[in-house]
């Protein structure tokens, strides 16, 4: 089975829902046309990754234009029982074509955030929520941690689709429990853009035997509204420049890296290529060795089959 897929490298409207979804609308719109059947989108597009921004926090003390900026992004997050999610779902019904898309979430049972990545079919509306199990650094600070519920896959019509997000990446375990449940295309939002990225990527096919959607925005400090360009003054123009790329089974680089500009990776992928290369490495197959290693996921959900 092929798949042809795009990697939507862009900006957001920041701190914009409203706006930013709209931008998504446009997006899905042109590349639907051109035949994707997946589009990706980058870690918390919805409503913008707040890159350089401290929240007014300090060890011992936080600020109160710190809390209101934390309102704000609160407010501009996606509540997935409003009618945030409906559009969605409804521009990937209209489209016939899947949408992973990286957002901020709110809910109302606390006042937390959550890093997650939401999958939508054209068919079944909402697959599913992975929700980040460890925020990196200062991420802590606006975003909570989610459990092993959130590490979800799926089987698809265009595949079994999965994946983690940004330095979630670097934890051997968490990749483990995507690829005990056989993910075909793996998806890794990020707003890492080093070139040393572009390794993990690599690595993460060759490991997992599977294609891999790195997405990143592009996003400079020009691009910030003028009321937080006071925030970002210190920070260098280019402040995010990319990096989003896909790469194959074999970890031969099919698309990108994109660096330096906004753009869509677009490439068809051969499904069959995963068959092949598990020949000589299958991390879940014949390269395991479970008589020696055990690995117990604390509820992990069964991978859910589209009807």
Known sequence: MKVKVGVVQDSPVFFDKTKTIEKIAELTKTYA????????????????????????ATTGRRTPEG?????????NSIDLESDDLKRLEELSKSQNVYLVI???????????LYCSM????????????????????????????ADGESLVTFKSKIGKIGGLICWENYMPLARMAMYQKGVEIYIAPT?????EWTSTMKHIALEGR????GCNQYYTKSMYPDKY????????????????IIVSPLGKVIAGPLFDESGVLIAELDLDEINHSKLDFDVIGHYSRNDIFELNIKNQPNIKEES
């Open 67 to 75: 809390r209101a900026l934390y309102e704000t992004y609160y407010k």
């Open 102 to 112: 990286g957002a901020t979430e709110k809910q109302d049972t606390n006042g937390s």
């Open 191 to 195: 707003a890492d853009s080093r070139d």
């Open 118 to 145: 939401l999958y939508i079919s054209p068919t079944e509306g909402l697959l599913g929520v992975h929700r980040k199990i460890k925020p990196t650094g200062t991420e802590r600070i606006f975003w909570a941690e």
């Open 210 to 213: 599977c294609f891999v959607l």
């Open 229 to 244: 360009q006071h925030i970002v003054e210190n920070e260098t123009e280019n402040m995010c420049p990319g990096g989003s």
């Open 33 to 56: 046309k051109q035949g994707c059947e997946l589009l990706v989108f980058p870690e918390s597009f919805i409503p913008g990754y707040p890159r350089g921004f401290s929240f007014g």
